[in-house]
C-alpha cells in the first residue's frame, strides 16, 4: 500500500511514558509513512521523545484539549495537501497493524470518514462503569440521529479523507470530538464506515477520564450534539436570499 498522500496523527498530552514506542512501532511498520505528533503543550518529555523517536512534532503553545489538539493537526495535514489522514492515540492502545485495513475502507468505499472500533474479541469497552453507561446512551441517541447504528462513537482511531479534512480544518469539537464529529458529518451528508479492531491496554499513564468526569462528558456531548442539530436544522431553514 502507498502512503505517499498519508500524514499519521497522533494528538498527545502528557505521554512520554508510550510515546516512543508507538512511534517506533508505526515507523517499523511503515517507514514511508510521515507521522506527525501534535502535543497538546505537555509538561513532560512527550515532544522531545517523539522526535527523537522520528515523528515531527507540532507543538502548541497553549493546552488546547483533544478537539483543539486534534484539529490544529487536521488544519495543518489539509494545508500541506494531504489526501487522508489517520488518527491514533498516543497512549498505544490502537495497533497499527489495523492502520492499512482503515486506509482500503476509505478508499475502496469513497466515505468520509472510517472509524476502527473494538472487535469483540478484545473483551469489550474497557473504561469506567459510569461511561460505559453513557456511550451506550449515546448508541441510543445517535441512532435515529445517523440513520444506522454506531458500535463506539468514542473511539479515536480515525481515517478520514480530504472532504472531511476540509470541513474539520475550519471547524471541529474542542472536547471530546468523536461523538459531535458524527452529527457533523451527518448534517453534511457525509457518510462513514466502521472496521473492527483489536484493541490494546494503554502501555503507559492512565486515562483522563475518570469516573466522575464521566458524567460531566455525557453531559457536555449530550449539549454539543444538540446544538450541533439546532445550528444545522437553523442553517438548512433559512429563507434563499432575494435576487
Not at 92 to 100: A, K, L, V, Y
Not at 122 to 137: C, E, N, W, Y
Not at 156 to 170: D, E, P, T, W, Y
Not at 199 to 228: D, E
Amino acid at each position: 500500500m502507498s502512503f505517499q498522500e498519508t500524514l499519521l496523527l497522533i494528538p498527545a498530552y502528557n505521554e512520554e511514558g508510550a510515546i516512543t514506542r508507538v512511534v517506533a512501532e508505526v515507523r517499523a511498520l511503515y517507514p514511508e509513512l510521515r507521522i506527525l505528533v501534535a502535543d497538546d503543550c505537555s509538561t513532560d518529555n512527550t515532544a522531545d521523545l517523539a522526535r527523537a523517536a522520528g515523528a515531527r512534532v507540532l507543538s502548541l503553545p497553549c493546552h488546547l484539549g483533544l478537539g483543539g489538539c486534534v484539529q490544529a493537526g487536521y488544519k495543518l495535514a489539509f494545508g500541506l495537501g494531504y489526501e487522508t489522514v489517520i488518527r491514533i492515540d498516543g497512549d498505544g492502545q490502537h495497533n497499527p497493524t489495523d492502520i492499512p485495513r482503515l486506509l482500503d475502507v476509505l478508499r475502496q468505499t469513497g466515505c468520509e470518514m472510517v472509524i476502527g472500533v473494538r472487535a469483540k474479541e478484545s473483551g469489550g469497552l474497557q473504561t469506567h462503569f459510569v461511561r460505559k453507561i453513557g456511550i451506550h446512551f449515546f448508541r441510543f441517541i445517535l441512532r435515529p440521529i445517523l440513520g444506522r447504528p454506531v458500535s463506539d462513537p468514542t473511539s479515536g482511531f480515525v481515517a478520514v479523507n480530504r472532504r472531511a479534512l476540509a470541513v474539520f480544518s475550519r471547524s471541529f469539537p474542542l472536547e471530546y470530538p468523536e461523538i459531535e464529529t458524527l452529527v457533523v458529518l451527518q448534517r453534511r451528508q457525509f457518510t462513514f464506515e466502521e472496521v473492527p479492531c483489536r484493541m490494546r491496554q494503554r502501555i503507559a499513564g492512565r486515562s483522563s477520564i475518570t469516573a466522575l468526569k464521566s458524567v460531566y462528558y455525557v453531559i457536555h456531548v449530550l449539549l454539543g450534539v444538540f446544538v450541533n442539530i439546532l445550528r444545522f436544522d437553523g442553517r438548512s431553514r433559512k429563507a434563499p436570499a432575494k435576487r
